[in-house]
C-alpha cells in the first residue's frame, strides 16, 4: 500500500509537469503582443504594447519563456495576477477559502441527498417517487445553473429582501476589520472563523449568504449522484444474494440499506470524489451571481484576460487536486471492497 | 446515517440559536466600558454603499492610469487644485492656497513658470504635516517612477519636453537632472519650470495623473525613490504589482483606506485631522458586484446606495421608485476610424485585397468618395433614438462637447441616394461596378459599437447588391493589438480625456503622430502644423482659431465617422445628496465628501 501510495506522489511529478507544458504552449499560440496587452486597461496605453513585450521578455523563444517561469515557481514566485491586483499565491489563499467553504456545506449535501434519493427511487422503481425524483434530477441537472441561481436572487432576495448575495454583510465586515484583536481571520472562511472566535453571530451572518449558493449549487449536482445511487441500488437488487436474503427471511430495510446500498456505493464514491475534486475549482455561475469571489470567479476572469501567472497555478492546482482525490478514491475502495488490492 | 442527520439537525438548531445573538451582542458593545466600534454604531446616515465591477490595480499615484485608481486615489490623496464643481477650465485651491494665474503672478515668464504656494497646517493620515518638500517630492518622484503603460506621459511632456524617461529601452541621458531642476523649492512655494508653454498644465495637475502629493519621508521609509539624481533609474519603470506604493497609503484627503479587499470591497474611513471641513459621510464602501441582476436589487432593496448602471440596463432602473439618475455627459468620445493604407499580410478583413469584387485595396479608404459614402449611409438620428434612447450626445468632431473650442462642424446627413453617388464615383467607377467585400470589426461585448457596425454595413449594403461586408467582434485585448497592426480598413474606438483639452483629442485622432492619426495612416501636413502649435499656444484667441480650422478639416477631409459621445447615468438612492458632475469624472467616481444622507 505504501509503495503504491509513494508511487502515484511520484507519478504527480509527470502530471504537473505535463499539465504545466500543456498550458504554458497552449497560451504561447497567442501572439506576444496579445499577451502584452494584459497590461493594457485604456487606448491610451496601447502604445506602450512594443515596449511591455520587451520590458518581460515575451517575445524571447518559448523554451526560454517557460525555463524562466519554472525558476520562478522553484523560487517560491507565482507570479503576479492582474485580475487581482496582486501576487498569485497570496490571491490563492483570499479565493480558495471563499470555494472551499461554499464546497464545505454543499458536498455533504449534494453527497447525502444524491444517496438518500438514489435509494429511494431505486427502492421504489417506477413508482411515483422513482418518476418525481428522476424527473427532478433531469431538470436540475439540464436547468443552466446561472439561471437557476438568478430565480433563486430575484425570489428570496428581490421579493423576500432575504438571503443577500456576497460573502458578509457591509456592518459584519466593518465589524471585523474594526476589531482585529478581537476576531482573527484563521481560515479566511467566516463560518469556521465564527466559531473559532466564539462570535456565532458572524457564523450566522456569512450562513445567511451561503443559503442560496449552496441550494443552487446542491440542486444542479445531486442529480448527477441521484442516478448514479439509483443504477447502482436496481443493480444490486436484482443480484442472486439479495433473492438469498429474502428467501431467508430478511426484511426490506435490512436488504435494501444494510446489503443493497453498501455494495451500491462502490461506483458512487468514484463520482461523489470527482464531483468534490472538480467543485474545487469553484462554480463559476454561482460565485458571479451571487456575488462570491471564489476559485471559479477568479478562474473565469483570469482566462478571459489571459492572466498567464493565474492559469499556469490554477491549472496546476487543479492538477494536483484531481491526482491526490483519484489516489484517496483508490485507498477507499481498498477499504470498502476487500477484493481490490492496490498494486 | 440517522446519527449523521440528528447532528446536522442539532447544529442547525445551534446555528438558529446564534441568529437570535447579534442583539445581544450589540448590548454588550454598547457599554461605555469597551471601545469597540460595532456594526451597529454605524449607522445607515453616516455611511455610503457602492457597488460597482472596476478592478483596482493599484493605489500608487504615480502608476495609476484608469478611473478605478483614481476614485480610490483622489478620495484618498490630494492635488495641489481640484476643478472647480463642473468646470474644466476653472481650478479651485486644494494643498495650494490659490490657483496660480497670470493676474496673481502664479503664470509668469510667457506661461513657463508655475507657482504654487503650498497650504499649512495640512496633516497626513500618519501623523506627518505637508510641506513644499513633499510637494516638489512627490511631482518628481511620479516622473522618476514613469511606468511603462502609465500617465506619466503628460507630465514629462509638460515638464521635461520628452513623453518618456525612456527611449528604445534605456534611459534617456539626463532626464533625470532634468526633471530635478523642473520642480524646486522656494520657501513655503514650489515652482515648476516648463521648457515651452503648455496651457492644459492645470488641468493635468487637477487629476490623478500627476498632481497627487504625497509625505516625502514616509514614501522614502516606504522603499520608494530617495530623492537622489544619482539613484533614479533603480526606481524607473518598476514591473506591474511591483509599485512599492501598490497597496499601501498616505495621503491628506478627508478619507483613508480601512481595508482594500482585491476584487472584493474597498473601504475608505473618515479622517479626523482633515484640515478641510468634516465631510457627513464617515465610511464609504466599494463593493464588487459584477452580476447586474444581483446590483439592482442591491438598489431597490436599499442595500447599496448607488449602483453601477451600464447603459443597456438603464430602462430598468428608470422607474424605480427612491432613486435618482444623474445623465453626465463625458469627455468621451467613440468614432469609426478609417484606415487609409490597411496591411495586407495575412489579413482576413479584406478578403483578397484587390478591387475585384472578392475584396477592397489596401488603399480602399485614401479616396475620399468612399468615406464620404460611409458618412452618408451613417442614420444618427435613428442610432441616438434605436441604440441610446436619445440619452447620449452625437458629436460632430473629435473636439467633444464640453471642451474648449467647441464647435457644431457640419455632418455627412443621412442619405442612401448621396452615399450611392459618392460609391460611384470612387476609384473611377470601379467599385460601383465590381463591388467590394471586407470586415467591420467592432470589441466584443461593445453593444453601442456593434450597432454602429451593423448600421453601417447594411446601409452600404444596401446601396448595390455587389457591395458585402460582414460584422465580426474580437476581444478587446485583440482589437487594440490589431488595430495597431493596421488590420482593420476601419476601427470602431474610444477616447476618455486625459485632461480637459482639445490637444488631447484633436492630435489623438488626426495628427499623423496621434495614436489613431497615425494608425488610419491618415497625413495632412496643415493638420500636423496645427496639432502642433495649438499644443504650445498660449493666447486663447489664436488657439480658438486654430482648434475650429482643425474641426472644419474633420469635416473637409471626412476623416472618420463619429458614433458617440458617452453619458454615464449616475444612479443613487434618493435619499444621497451632494453629488456634483463632471464630464471628466466617468461612473466609476465617486467623490465621499461632497456626499449626505
Redesign the interface.
Known amino acids: 500500500m505504501t509503495a503504491y501510495i509513494i508511487r502515484r506522489l511520484l507519478f504527480l511529478i509527470f502530471v504537473l509537469f505535463g499539465v504545466s507544458v500543456l498550458i504554458f504552449g497552449l497560451l504561447m499560440t497567442f501572439?506576444p503582443?496579445?499577451r502584452a496587452?494584459?497590461?493594457?486597461?485604456?487606448?491610451?496605453?496601447?502604445?506602450?504594447?512594443p515596449?511591455?513585450v520587451?520590458?518581460?521578455g515575451l517575445n524571447d523563444p518559448v523554451p526560454i519563456q517557460y525555463a524562466r517561469w519554472v525558476k520562478e515557481v522553484a523560487s517560491g514566485n507565482l507570479g503576479?495576477s492582474?485580475?487581482?491586483?496582486?501576487?498569485v499565491a497570496k490571491?490563492f489563499w483570499?479565493y480558495f477559502p471563499t470555494t472551499l467553504e461554499l464546497n464545505l456545506l454543499a458536498s455533504p449535501l449534494v453527497i447525502?441527498v444524491g444517496i438518500w434519493l438514489g435509494t429511494l427511487a431505486g427502492v421504489h422503481r417506477d413508482t411515483w417517487i422513482d418518476h418525481g425524483t428522476r424527473i427532478g434530477a433531469i431538470v436540475g441537472w439540464s436547468l443552466p445553473t446561472f439561471l437557476f441561481a438568478?430565480v433563486l436572487?430575484?425570489i428570496f432576495?428581490?421579493y423576500y429582501?432575504l438571503f443577500?448575495?456576497?460573502?458578509i454583510?457591509?456592518?459584519?465586515?466593518?465589524?471585523v476589520?474594526?476589531?482585529p484583536d478581537?476576531f482573527t481571520r484563521y481560515t479566511g472562511m467566516y463560518t469556521i472563523d465564527g466559531i473559532l472566535n466564539g462570535?456565532?453571530?458572524v457564523?450566522?451572518d456569512a450562513?445567511n449568504h451561503l443559503v442560496l449558493p449552496v441550494l443552487t449549487q446542491v440542486i444542479v449536482v445531486v442529480a448527477l449522484l441521484m442516478r448514479v445511487m439509483r443504477s447502482g441500488m436496481l443493480e444490486e437488487l436484482s443480484r442472486d444474494y439479495v433473492i438469498t436474503a429474502k428467501a431467508k427471511g430478511a426484511d426490506a430495510h435490512t436488504i435494501n440499506i444494510k446489503h443493497a446500498r453498501k455494495n451500491a456505493l462502490i461506483p458512487v464514491i468514484t463520482v461523489a470524489g470527482q464531483l468534490v475534486a472538480l467543485s474545487m475549482e469553484g462554480s463559476i455561475a454561482v460565485e458571479?451571481?451571487?456575488?462570491r469571489?471564489g476559485m471559479g470567479?477568479?478562474l473565469a476572469h483570469s482566462a478571459?484576460?489571459?492572466d498567464m501567472p493565474v492559469l499556469m497555478s490554477v491549472c496546476m492546482f487543479i492538477g494536483v487536486v484531481f491526482v491526490l482525490s483519484n489516489l484517496i478514491i483508490d485507498i477507499m475502495y481498498a477499504y470498502i471492497d476487500p477484493r481490490i488490492q492496490l498494486q | 446515517m440517522r446519527k449523521l442527520v440528528m447532528l446536522l439537525l442539532a447544529f442547525s438548531l445551534l446555528l438558529a440559536a446564534c441568529g437570535e445573538k447579534p442583539e445581544m451582542k450589540k448590548k454588550a458593545e454598547k457599554t461605555p466600558a469597551t471601545e469597540t466600534k460595532t456594526a451597529a454604531q454605524v449607522g445607515s446616515n453616516d455611511k455610503f454603499i457602492l457597488e460597482s465591477y472596476g478592478t483596482l490595480r493599484t493605489l500608487d499615484p504615480a502608476c495609476g492610469y484608469d478611473s478605478v485608481s483614481h476614485m480610490r486615489i483622489m478620495n484618498i490623496y490630494e492635488p495641489l487644485i481640484f476643478f472647480d464643481g463642473s468646470a474644466t477650465d476653472k481650478f479651485i485651491p486644494v494643498l495650494a492656497t490659490e490657483v496660480p494665474s497670470l493676474e496673481n503672478g502664479g503664470i509668469s515668464d510667457g506661461g513657463k513658470t508655475y507657482t504654487f504656494k503650498i497650504r499649512k497646517g495640512v496633516k497626513f493620515h500618519k501623523g506627518g504635516e505637508l510641506t513644499a518638500e513633499d510637494v516638489a517630492y512627490s511631482i518628481k518622484r511620479h516622473m522618476v517612477v514613469d511606468q511603462e503603460g502609465g500617465p506619466m506621459w503628460m507630465m514629462l511632456e509638460a515638464l521635461v519636453g520628452v513623453p518618456s524617461t525612456r527611449k528604445d529601452g534605456k534611459i534617456r541621458e539626463g532626464v533625470f537632472e532634468k526633471i530635478d531642476k523642473a520642480v524646486e523649492v522656494k520657501g513655503d512655494e514650489v515652482v515648476m519650470h516648463l521648457p515651452k508653454p503648455f496651457p492644459p498644465f492645470l488641468a493635468v495637475l487637477a487629476y490623478s495623473y500627476g498632481g497627487i502629493i504625497m509625505d516625502k519621508e514616509w514614501c522614502v521609509e516606504n522603499g520608494c525613490w530617495d530623492g537622489t539624481v544619482e539613484n533614479a533609474a533603480k526606481y524607473n519603470n518598476p514591473a506591474f504589482g511591483s509599485e512599492p506604493l501598490h497597496k499601501i497609503e498616505n495621503g491628506t484627503a478627508p478619507y483613508y483606506m480601512l481595508k482594500w479587499e482585491p476584487s472584493v470591497e474597498f473601504i475608505f474611513e473618515r479622517f479626523d485631522d482633515y484640515w478641510g471641513p468634516k465631510p457627513a459621510i464617515k465610511t464609504g464602501i466599494v463593493r464588487y458586484n459584477q452580476e447586474w441582476s444581483s446590483r439592482k436589487l442591491a438598489l431597490q432593496n436599499g442595500d447599496a446606495d448607488r449602483v453601477l448602471v451600464d447603459p443597456q440596463y438603464l430602462a430598468e432602473v428608470e422607474n424605480m421608485p427612491g432613486v435618482t439618475i444623474h445623465p453626465v455627459p463625458q469627455l468621451s468620445v467613440t468614432g469609426a476610424i478609417f484606415c487609409q493604407k490597411i496591411n495586407p499580410e495575412a489579413n482576413p478583413n479584406i478578403g483578397s485585397g484587390k478591387l475585384d469584387g472578392k475584396g477592397i485595396p489596401v488603399d480602399f479608404f485614401s479616396d475620399i468618395h468612399v468615406r464620404k459614402a460611409f458618412l452618408h449611409a451613417f442614420d444618427r438620428k435613428t442610432y441616438a433614438k434605436d441604440v441610446w434612447n436619445d440619452q447620449v450626445v452625437m458629436p460632430t468632431s473629435p473636439n467633444a462637447k464640453g471642451l474648449p473650442y467647441y464647435k457644431q462642424v457640419p455632418v455627412y446627413e443621412f442619405d442612401l441616394e448621396k452615399a450611392a453617388e459618392e460609391m460611384k464615383q470612387a476609384f473611377g467607377g470601379q467599385i460601383w461596378e465590381k463591388g467590394f467585400k471586407m470586415v467591420i470589426t467592432h470589441n466584443t461585448g461593445n453593444d453601442q459599437r456593434e450597432a454602429a457596425a451593423h448600421m453601417l454595413a447594411e446601409n452600404i449594403m444596401s446601396l448595390n447588391p455587389k457591395f458585402n461586408i460582414e460584422v465580426r467582434n474580437m476581444d478587446w485585448k485583440d482589437y487594440v493589438v490589431a488595430y495597431r497592426k493596421y488590420q482593420f480598413p476601419m476601427f470602431i474606438i474610444g477616447w476618455g480625456a486625459d485632461f480637459p483639452d482639445p490637444d488631447n483629442f484633436m492630435f489623438t485622432f488626426m495628427s499623423s503622430d496621434g495614436v489613431y492619426g497615425k494608425f488610419s495612416a491618415y497625413k495632412n501636413e496643415e493638420v500636423d502644423r496645427l496639432c502642433k502649435e495649438g499644443r504650445f499656444e498660449v493666447d486663447p484667441a489664436k488657439r480658438k482659431d486654430i482648434y475650429e480650422r482643425l474641426q472644419d478639416i474633420w469635416y473637409e477631409d471626412a476623416v472618420g465617422c463619429m458614433v458617440y459621445q458617452k453619458v454615464d447615468h449616475f444612479t443613487y438612492r434618493d435619499n444621497v445628496k451632494g453629488f456634483v458632475p463632471h464630464p471628466m469624472l466617468d461612473h466609476e467616481w465617486e467623490s465621499l465628501k461632497l456626499l449626505s444622507k
Open positions: 501572439s503582443e496579445r496587452a494584459v497590461y493594457v486597461t485604456t487606448p491610451q496605453q496601447a502604445k506602450d504594447i515596449k511591455l520587451k520590458q518581460y503576479w492582474l485580475v487581482a491586483a496582486r501576487p490571491a483570499s447525502i438568478l436572487l430575484m432576495y428581490g429582501g443577500p448575495p456576497g460573502i454583510s457591509s456592518d459584519t465586515s466593518l465589524w476589520i474594526n476589531n478581537k462570535h456565532l453571530w457564523t450566522w450562513l458571479v451571481v451571487f456575488s469571489q470567479w477568479w478571459t484576460q489571459l
